[in-house]
Protein backbone atom coordinates (compact mmCIF):
# COMPACT_ATOMS: atom_id res chain seq x y z
CA UNK A 1 0.00 0.00 0.00
CA UNK A 2 1.73 3.07 -0.72
CA UNK A 3 1.85 5.08 2.54
CA UNK A 4 -1.12 7.19 4.33
CA UNK A 5 -0.67 10.82 3.42
CA UNK A 6 -0.90 13.15 6.42
CA UNK A 7 -3.38 15.18 4.10
CA UNK A 8 -6.62 13.01 3.60
CA UNK A 9 -8.89 14.72 2.05
CA UNK A 10 -12.59 13.68 1.74
CA UNK A 11 -14.78 14.61 -1.23
CA UNK A 12 -18.61 13.92 -2.09
CA UNK A 13 -18.05 14.16 -6.01
CA UNK A 14 -15.56 13.03 -8.29
CA UNK A 15 -15.60 15.92 -10.28
CA UNK A 16 -13.46 17.67 -7.53
CA UNK A 17 -10.45 15.21 -8.38
CA UNK A 18 -8.93 17.28 -10.93
CA UNK A 19 -9.18 20.48 -9.51
CA UNK A 20 -7.27 18.69 -6.26
CA UNK A 21 -4.99 16.39 -8.42
CA UNK A 22 -3.16 19.16 -10.06
CA UNK A 23 -1.90 20.43 -6.95
CA UNK A 24 -0.59 17.30 -5.84
CA UNK A 25 -2.85 15.86 -3.50
CA UNK A 26 -2.76 12.44 -3.14
CA UNK A 27 -5.13 10.66 -0.77
CA UNK A 28 -8.75 11.10 -1.43
CA UNK A 29 -12.05 9.47 0.22
CA UNK A 30 -15.20 9.06 -2.22
CA UNK A 31 -18.07 10.04 0.04
CA UNK A 32 -21.64 9.95 -1.86
CA UNK A 33 -24.90 10.16 0.00
CA UNK A 34 -28.23 9.31 -1.54
CA UNK A 35 -27.30 8.77 -5.12
CA UNK A 36 -28.71 5.74 -6.88
CA UNK A 37 -26.45 2.83 -7.81
CA UNK A 38 -25.69 4.08 -11.53
CA UNK A 39 -24.39 7.00 -10.96
CA UNK A 40 -22.33 6.00 -8.07
CA UNK A 41 -20.65 3.14 -9.71
CA UNK A 42 -20.30 6.19 -12.37
CA UNK A 43 -18.84 8.06 -10.11
CA UNK A 44 -16.30 5.58 -8.20
CA UNK A 45 -15.36 4.52 -11.72
CA UNK A 46 -14.72 7.72 -12.63
CA UNK A 47 -12.39 8.82 -9.50
CA UNK A 48 -11.02 5.05 -9.37
CA UNK A 49 -9.44 6.09 -12.76
CA UNK A 50 -8.59 9.86 -12.32
CA UNK A 51 -6.42 9.00 -8.73
CA UNK A 52 -4.71 6.07 -10.74
CA UNK A 53 -3.71 7.87 -14.00
CA UNK A 54 -2.27 10.46 -10.99
CA UNK A 55 -0.63 7.58 -8.64
CA UNK A 56 -3.27 8.76 -5.94
CA UNK A 57 -5.21 6.45 -3.52
CA UNK A 58 -8.57 6.30 -3.53
CA UNK A 59 -10.58 5.04 -0.73
CA UNK A 60 -14.80 4.35 -1.30
CA UNK A 61 -16.82 5.28 1.43
CA UNK A 62 -19.39 2.17 2.35
CA UNK A 63 -20.07 1.03 -0.79
CA UNK A 64 -17.79 -2.11 -1.00
CA UNK A 65 -19.84 -4.02 -2.72
CA UNK A 66 -19.55 -1.65 -5.79
CA UNK A 67 -15.66 -1.11 -5.00
CA UNK A 68 -15.27 -4.63 -4.98
CA UNK A 69 -16.87 -5.00 -8.59
CA UNK A 70 -15.17 -2.54 -10.23
CA UNK A 71 -11.82 -3.32 -8.39
CA UNK A 72 -11.16 -0.56 -6.30
CA UNK A 73 -7.96 -0.79 -4.08
CA UNK A 74 -9.49 0.41 -0.47
CA UNK A 75 -12.56 1.09 1.54
CA UNK A 76 -13.50 3.07 4.25
CA UNK A 77 -16.18 1.31 6.59
CA UNK A 78 -17.84 3.12 9.78
CA UNK A 79 -19.33 0.97 12.67
CA UNK A 80 -22.79 0.06 10.96
CA UNK A 81 -21.45 -0.83 7.75
CA UNK A 82 -19.32 -3.49 10.00
CA UNK A 83 -22.46 -5.25 10.91
CA UNK A 84 -23.47 -5.78 7.06
CA UNK A 85 -20.18 -5.84 5.52
CA UNK A 86 -19.00 -9.13 4.03
CA UNK A 87 -15.36 -8.66 5.85
CA UNK A 88 -13.70 -12.06 3.97
CA UNK A 89 -14.93 -11.24 0.60
CA UNK A 90 -13.21 -7.80 1.34
CA UNK A 91 -9.81 -9.61 2.44
CA UNK A 92 -10.36 -12.19 -0.61
CA UNK A 93 -10.14 -9.47 -3.09
CA UNK A 94 -7.04 -7.87 -1.42
CA UNK A 95 -8.86 -4.57 -0.49
CA UNK A 96 -7.67 -2.42 2.22
CA UNK A 97 -9.88 -1.48 4.56
CA UNK A 98 -10.08 1.79 7.13
CA UNK A 99 -13.06 1.93 9.99
CA UNK A 100 -14.36 4.83 11.62
CA UNK A 101 -14.29 4.65 15.96
CA UNK A 102 -15.54 7.13 18.63
CA UNK A 103 -15.55 4.74 21.83
CA UNK A 104 -12.81 1.87 22.96
CA UNK A 105 -15.92 -0.84 22.43
CA UNK A 106 -15.76 0.34 18.59
CA UNK A 107 -11.83 0.06 18.60
CA UNK A 108 -11.77 -3.36 20.13
CA UNK A 109 -14.41 -4.27 17.35
CA UNK A 110 -12.30 -2.30 14.13
CA UNK A 111 -8.85 -3.70 15.35
CA UNK A 112 -10.57 -7.24 15.25
CA UNK A 113 -10.90 -6.43 11.61
CA UNK A 114 -7.55 -6.08 11.25
CA UNK A 115 -8.11 -3.04 9.38
CA UNK A 116 -5.21 -0.92 7.12
CA UNK A 117 -6.38 2.29 9.21
CA UNK A 118 -8.47 3.13 12.48
CA UNK A 119 -10.23 6.40 11.93
CA UNK A 120 -11.00 8.40 15.21
CA UNK A 121 -13.44 11.49 15.51
CA UNK A 122 -14.55 13.35 15.82
CA UNK A 123 -11.43 15.40 17.54
CA UNK A 124 -13.04 18.82 17.32
CA UNK A 125 -16.02 20.41 16.95
CA UNK A 126 -17.43 19.78 13.36
CA UNK A 127 -20.73 20.75 11.06
CA UNK A 128 -20.18 17.96 8.68
CA UNK A 129 -23.14 16.03 10.39
CA UNK A 130 -24.89 15.21 13.98
CA UNK A 131 -22.92 13.13 15.88
CA UNK A 132 -23.38 11.99 19.95
CA UNK A 133 -20.14 12.04 20.49
CA UNK A 134 -18.63 14.70 22.39
CA UNK A 135 -15.19 16.18 20.43
CA UNK A 136 -12.74 14.03 21.39
CA UNK A 137 -9.62 16.08 22.03
CA UNK A 138 -5.64 16.01 21.32
CA UNK A 139 -5.11 13.64 24.23
CA UNK A 140 -7.73 11.26 22.86
CA UNK A 141 -5.57 11.26 19.24
CA UNK A 142 -2.28 10.51 21.48
CA UNK A 143 -4.09 8.06 23.70
CA UNK A 144 -5.23 6.33 20.76
CA UNK A 145 -2.11 5.60 18.64
CA UNK A 146 -0.33 3.81 21.65
CA UNK A 147 -3.34 1.20 21.54
CA UNK A 148 -3.64 1.01 17.71
CA UNK A 149 0.06 0.41 17.53
CA UNK A 150 1.90 0.42 14.19
CA UNK A 151 -2.42 0.44 12.35
CA UNK A 152 -2.02 4.12 10.79
CA UNK A 153 -4.20 5.81 12.57
CA UNK A 154 -6.30 8.76 10.88
CA UNK A 155 -8.07 11.93 12.70
CA UNK A 156 -11.03 13.61 11.53
CA UNK A 157 -13.58 16.45 12.44
CA UNK A 158 -13.21 19.87 12.76
CA UNK A 159 -9.62 19.99 10.73
CA UNK A 160 -8.01 23.40 10.24
CA UNK A 161 -4.46 23.33 8.79
CA UNK A 162 -3.24 24.62 12.05
CA UNK A 163 -5.18 22.28 14.28
CA UNK A 164 -3.85 19.53 11.16
CA UNK A 165 -0.69 19.60 12.47
CA UNK A 166 -1.62 19.60 16.20
CA UNK A 167 -3.48 15.79 15.61
CA UNK A 168 -0.28 15.06 13.61
CA UNK A 169 1.93 16.32 16.58
CA UNK A 170 -0.61 14.24 19.05
CA UNK A 171 0.30 10.93 17.22
CA UNK A 172 -1.93 10.40 14.14
CA UNK A 173 -0.44 9.75 10.58
CA UNK A 174 -2.91 11.38 8.95
CA UNK A 175 -5.45 14.23 9.10
CA UNK A 176 -8.37 13.74 7.25
CA UNK A 177 -10.71 16.79 6.28
CA UNK A 178 -13.88 17.68 4.60
CA UNK A 179 -15.68 21.32 5.09
CA UNK A 180 -12.76 23.32 5.60
CA UNK A 181 -11.43 22.51 2.19
CA UNK A 182 -14.76 21.99 0.36
CA UNK A 183 -16.52 24.96 1.87
CA UNK A 184 -14.12 27.10 1.86
CA UNK A 185 -14.17 30.47 -0.96
CA UNK A 186 -11.15 29.08 -2.56
CA UNK A 187 -10.93 25.14 -2.27
CA UNK A 188 -7.66 24.75 -4.55
CA UNK A 189 -5.88 27.79 -1.89
CA UNK A 190 -7.57 25.99 0.83
CA UNK A 191 -5.89 22.41 0.24
CA UNK A 192 -2.45 24.48 -0.99
CA UNK A 193 -2.30 25.29 2.56
CA UNK A 194 -2.80 21.66 4.02
CA UNK A 195 -0.26 20.36 1.86
CA UNK A 196 1.96 23.15 3.23
CA UNK A 197 1.36 22.53 6.21
CA UNK A 198 1.47 18.53 6.40
CA UNK A 199 4.88 18.96 3.72
CA UNK A 200 7.29 17.98 6.62
CA UNK A 201 5.40 14.88 7.90
CA UNK A 202 5.44 13.72 4.00
CA UNK A 203 8.82 14.59 3.63
CA UNK A 204 9.93 12.90 6.87
CA UNK A 205 8.17 9.90 5.49
CA UNK A 206 10.07 9.93 2.26
CA UNK A 207 13.41 10.55 4.04
Known sequence: MKTLDPFYLIIDDASWLPRFLRLGVRFFQLRIKDKAEPELREQICRARDLCARAGAVLVVNDYWQIAIDEDCDFIHLGQEDLETADLPAIRRHDVKLGISTHDEAELDRALSASPDYIALGPVFPTILKQMPWAPQGLPRVTDWKRRVGSVPLVAIGGLTPERGRAVLEAGADSAAV??????????????????????????SRRA
Not at 178 to 203: C, F, I, Q, S
Open 178 to 203: VTDVLLNNNPEARAAEWLAETAPWRR
